[in-house]
């Protein structure tokens, strides 16, 4: 290798440098040179040159890239003839400065916004992932705090029964979790993410706008009133009915744009293969929950009072002029973010695979695993597309992989075959993947069905029990009363993450502490003792219900079901418990569920990953709604069945019995799937089905050095140009650094 050839690719001219008192010495650099870039944690991570031996100095040139993360140009250490501490002395000034940013560079394929590989040191991390949870606070603010009190508006306002309204609210909460499929189709396909979460953040504050509007604006806003006693009460016209409900459910279109791509593009901020950022991300899932929770407790304490003391239109207002902030916020921020680029429709993908099977539905599969169809290696460098291993599960899908002759003919024409009719074993085993996750969603719907009745009939308990503290004279609203939900997640994540955690990772060895889905597995059980416990208070609260109308002689109308308005002598806090357990089933299978889905789902469909989670809470919500129908009608009788709109004779209880035997039954399905379940798997990484997957980087990356270790060059005498690689200096003695070794 020429003189002149190192200097380009160093982008350094000779370098002066001083070896003792006196003049300087100017030395070109020889032919004969090393270069080495060993693997290894950060900052140990080192590019060397040794110089031979010239004018009678050894020189070697270190090149720290932990330093060149934060910036600092580091020099040349002239070995044997100064001390380590000058090191700092010797500036590599010349080194050029795209150079500095290709060893800065992300290895997960990341691009910042002009479409360049995304720089390390200037995207991404916390920094960025604040910024993009703020569109997340703000629009669960906005959610919850509208969620909390719709029941009681519907009944007050719109005048709708007990039973009606559970059912609405259930069915707008569905929608609101099931559109992130939505979401996640336009932020695969073609939108990515940033542009999905920035478009529908728009459209989210206008459907807020039109929220606030009905409640506010005399042409739109129906009379509330106490239709119990008020005579008068006039019914809303079909019109407001009609502009309310179409406001709610544009917010709904508008939070599938949000919620599907949040989690994703946050996690997109932190590089897997580097060790650090990789460890952050372990965590980042636990304070994400934490920090959308603290946007659920401002909404069901401040704004539902708000609500209460002021008007809907400043309770329901004000998260409209936050999502105006936290939009303007997220889109300044836009430098600072790293971008994957869409891949494609994962919904595509998956019918791929199912037309071309049944297209080879008669072809018999190879006995070699070798010879069904894959994508090079060279694709598998970029961590989008990065192979997954062959599996013996569902093996029909695998005759979607099964070439024949037309490979050879678009071999031929340069082209790649047609994917509807022949697809990759990567491509093959992501639909097998999809596949064993439906089970564990399934069986995680009964769980968001309880979640349900913490919006609706917890909230038509308590608001006819008593409410007051006597020794300050203010009355708790009973829509406030979730806050004792996100203060349980709140008080217990960074508990979990900081202590039961380490606790549990001695005896597991699981890095989590336990895994993924005994995470969840733990939820259920908690969730199914908060449902069992709510059950046991509406007893009590039904049994003084009865003794304090028999003791005063309370005649009830019942036809107007005038208990739903009967202040019982029974505190309110009798609710806290069930509260408290339903936040903390939400520790374990919301941020257990979320992680599951996001970890599991193939690298081009982590979107879906996202939008599988809230789905479960969407569905879940319509389950509960269609238990609601169907045990209403079962049970109606002359005391309005289990769910009627006298809560003195109506027998929630009965209906929190039923929750609570589903629940237990849906566990016992649950524990057989998760023993089934298999962990998605890379080449390199080990495959359990009690632990989880690991995070790190896969065994094939791509480092923008490497290639350089594998180049050769013509010879110049005795000298070979082909690039070496140096010992490590964990495994060999010093004398390698000191200069003693034979070259």
């Known amino acids: 290798m020429s003189c002149s050839k190192l200097l380009d690719l160093f982008s350094c001219k000779p370098i002066s440098i001083n070896a003792a008192p006196g003049p300087s010495i100017f030395m070109p650099l020889q032919p004969s040179v090393l270069l080495s870039l060993r693997p290894g944690p950060w900052p140990e991570r080192t590019l060397s040159a040794p110089i031979p031996y010239v004018l009678g100095l050894h020189l070697q040139f270190r090149y720290n890239i932990n330093m060149v993360e934060h910036g600092t140009k580091v020099g040349a250490l002239p070995v044997g003839s100064v001390d380590e501490s000058d090191q700092k002395s010797f500036i590599l000034d010349r080194l050029d400065k795209e150079e500095l940013e290709i060893l800065d560079e992300v290895t997960n394929g990341t691009v910042d916004f002009r479409g360049r590989s995304a720089i390390r040191s200037k995207s991404g991390n916390w920094k960025a992932c604040f910024l993009i949870f703020g569109t997340e606070v703000c629009e669960r603010m906005a959610f919850y705090s509208i969620s909390a009190n719709l029941s009681m508006h519907l009944q007050e306002a719109l005048h709708e029964d007990v039973s009606v309204s559970a059912r609405n609210v259930n069915n707008w909460v569905g929608t609101t979790f099931l559109t992130p499929l939505l979401g996640a189709f336009v932020a695969d396909s073609f939108a990515g993410r940033y542009w999905t979460i920035a478009s529908f953040s728009c459209g989210y504050f206008v459907a807020l706008a039109l929220v606030v509007m009905s409640v506010t604006l005399p042409t739109l806003k129906p009379q509330s009133c106490d239709v119990l006693y008020d005579k008068e009460c006039a019914e809303p016209t079909s019109m407001k009915v009609s502009f309310f409900y179409m406001s709610l459910y544009l917010m709904a279109i508008g939070a599938g744009g949000i919620k599907s791509c949040v989690a994703g593009f946050a ?33 069901v304490s401040f704004l539902v009072y708000t609500q209460i003391a002021v008007g809907l239109e400043y309770g329901w207002g004000i998260p409209a002029l936050i999502s105006a902030l936290t939009t303007t916020a997220f889109l300044l921020g836009t430098p600072l973010y790293r971008h994957r680029k869409p891949t494609g429709s994962p919904f595509a993908r998956v019918a791929q695979v199912i037309v071309a099977a049944a297209r080879k539905y008669s072809v018999e599969l190879p006995h070699d695993d070798d010879l069904l169809y894959e994508i090079d290696d060279k694709e598998a460098l970029d961590p989008a597309n990065r192979k997954l291993p062959h599996t013996q599960d569902f093996t029909f899908l695998d005759k979607a992989a099964v070439p024949g002759a037309e490979v050879i003919i678009y ?77 349980t997640i709140c008080s217990l994540l960074p508990l979990y993450d900081k202590f039961f955690v380490p606790f549990m990772r001695r005896f597991t060895g699981e890095e989590r502490g336990i895994s993924l889905l005994q995470r969840i597995g733990v939820g259920q059980v908690v969730s199914t003792l908060s449902i069992t416990v709510a059950a046991c208070v509406e007893m009590k609260r039904m049994a003084v219900a009865k003794r304090y109308i028999f003791e005063n002689g309370i005649i009830m109308d019942h036809s107007k079901g005038s ?25 374990f299978i919301s941020v257990g569920q979320m992680e599951f889905f996001y970890s599991q789902v193939p690298d081009s469909m982590r979107s879906v990953g996202a939008a599988l989670y809230l789905s479960t809470v969407a569905v879940g919500s319509f389950v509960s709604s269609l238990l609601v129908t169907v045990v209403t009608k079962l049970t109606m009788n002359s005391n309005g069945g289990w769910i009627g709109n006298d809560l003195t004779r109506s027998h929630i209880d009965y209906f929190y019995w039923l929750l609570a035997t589903l629940s237990l039954l849906n566990f016992s399905i649950y524990v057989a799937c998760a023993r089934w379940y298999k962990y998605k798997t890379i080449p390199g990484r080990s495959r359990s089905t009690f632990t989880s997957p690991d995070v790190t980087s896969p065994d094939v990356t791509f480092h923008p050095i490497k290639p350089l270790l594998h180049q050769t060059t013509t010879h110049h005498g005795n000298d070979s140009g082909q690039i070496k690689q140096l010992p490590d200096p964990h495994t060999h003695s010093n004398d390698h650094y000191n200069g003693n070794e034979q070259m």
């Not at 038509?460 to 009363?481: H, L, V, Y």
């Not at 208990?563 to 520790?587: C, N």
């Open 563 to 587: 208990g739903a308005t009967l202040d019982l002598p029974m505190s309110i806090f009798w609710l806290i418990p069930q509260y408290m357990l339903t936040g903390a089933s939400e520790v």
């Open 267 to 299: 996690g997109d901020q932190f590089d897997e293969g580097d060790k650090k950022e990789a460890k952050r991300k372990m965590s980042f899932m636990n304070w994400w929950f934490v920090s959308i929770s603290f946007g659920t407790m401002c909404s």
């Open 411 to 487: 071999n031929c024409k340069g082209a790649r075959p047609d994917p509807w009719k022949l697809c990759t074993v990567t491509q093959v085993e992501e639909v097998k993947l999809l596949i064993r996750l439906l089970p564990i969603w399934i069986t995680n719907l009964m769980f968001s069905a309880v979640f349900a009745q913490v919006g609706t009939l917890f909230l038509n308990q308590g608001s006819t029990m008593n409410r007051k503290i006597e020794t300050i004279g203010f009355q708790i609203p009973a829509a406030s009363f979730p806050l004792f939900v996100t203060f």
